[in-house]
């Protein structure tokens, strides 16, 4: 059923990561509500705005190493995660 994709441990802990982090963040909105907020971005957000801008904009960073230079994606991935909390929490 899924053999036309290429399920590397890589995809599968990428996908189980993002999983992770929706079942958290679903959990933490049921136990504390959250209301919107103004941070640093020029539009109101609650938590889940800034997580999915966060998620794209990470999608970025790492298509723009893609893009520019040979650097290793790792050094992307430290910059998105950087990146991710500092938007969860100022955004």
């Known amino acids: 059923m899924v053999e036309w994709m290429n399920w590397t441990p890589s995809v599968a802990i990428f996908f189980a990561v993002i999983a992770a ?4 963040m679903t959990v933490y909105e049921v136990v504390s509500p959250c209301t919107e907020r103004k941070g640093f ?3 109101s957000t ?3 705005d800034r997580l999915f801008i966060g998620l794209l904009s990470a999608a970025y960073i ?3 190493f893609l893009a520019v230079s040979d650097i290793t994606l790792w050094v992307a991935l430290g910059i998105s995660v950087v990146w ?3 938007l969860l929490r100022w955004g």
């Open 62 to 64: 790492h298509l723009a």
């Open 46 to 48: 609650t938590r889940g």
């Open 41 to 43: 971005l020029p539009i």
């Open 84 to 86: 991710a909390l500092v």
């Open 21 to 24: 982090i929706l079942a958290v």
